[in-house]
């Protein structure tokens, strides 16, 4: 299954629990531990959780519903 990630940092780096580093790492081996998981996308942003506007989460949603179009929104 071809699949993608999506990691967010605060802006706010001195409350963020995780770093973007650490959240690649744990997506990945998460996915190694799938069977038949292939990562194929990696889509990550800097950005406030206080809104949805952001551009790697757009990105993504854009990406997902190009390959699937049945996809509900």
């Not at 001195?14 to 996915?31: N, T, V, W």
């Not at 989460?57 to 190009?66: F, H, S, V």
Request: glycine share 6%; charged share 35%.
């Amino acid at each position: 299954m071809r699949v993608a990630t999506y990691t967010r940092i605060s802006t706010d780096e001195d409350r963020q629990p995780f770093s973007l580093g650490a959240q690649s790492e744990r997506l990945d081996a998460y996915a190694r531990s799938q069977d038949g998981w292939r990562i194929v996308r990696w889509f990550t942003d800097q950005a406030s959780g206080a809104t949805l506007d952001r551009p790697g989460l757009r990105r993504a949603d854009e990406d997902a519903g190009a390959r699937w179009p049945h996809r509900p929104r």
